[in-house]
């Protein structure tokens, strides 16, 4: 989980800092998750690395801004992408349940019932004075969060 969560964010990061330090902009916006900001059964270790990523994204805001560069994280719910398949399989192999019930479980945790659909907004000259801030994407207005 570190290799792929922690690691993978670090290694990308290295790769592509450079040029922008050099250009005097950029935009570095890591995957975080919900998982960020809380912890969740069964998943300590994926809780553990995504904490790892936030640390991360924090610490390379303040080194990077003097520069223009901005280093965010966006902490997505249960998003609708192709990955969530593996997590449905196992989380239905750990609980008993079916994998569609599992899907309607992960959907009831994010607002309106559904899993959420990527975004990109951060990586637009509009986030300009966004820096080392996570976005949860939800759905949930900040009201309806515990």
């Given at each position: 989980m570190i290799d792929v969560n922690?690691?993978?964010?670090?290694?990308?990061?290295?790769?592509?800092?450079?040029?922008m330090l050099e250009r005097g902009e950029g935009r570095i916006i890591h995957m975080a998750s919900t998982a960020a900001l809380r912890g969740y059964r069964h998943v300590a270790a994926y809780t553990a690395s995504k904490h790892a990523v936030l640390g991360f994204t924090r610490a390379l805001a303040i080194e990077a801004a003097q520069n223009g560069v901005t280093v965010n994280a966006v902490c997505p719910g249960y998003t609708h992408i192709e990955m969530i398949s593996e997590s449905l399989r196992v989380a239905a192999l750990r609980t008993g349940k079916s994998e569609e019930e599992m899907r309607a479980r992960f959907a009831a945790s994010n607002a309106g019932g559904r899993?959420?659909?990527?975004?990109?907004?951060?990586?637009?000259?509009?986030?300009?004075?966004?820096?080392?801030?996570?976005?949860?994407?939800?759905?949930?207005?900040?009201?309806?969060?515990a």
């Open positions: 922690l690691m993978s964010a670090v290694f990308c990061t290295q790769a592509a800092l450079p040029s899993l959420v659909e990527p975004v990109a907004w951060l990586c637009g000259p509009h986030a300009s004075s966004v820096n080392g801030r996570h976005v949860i994407v939800d759905g949930r207005p900040l009201e309806a969060r």
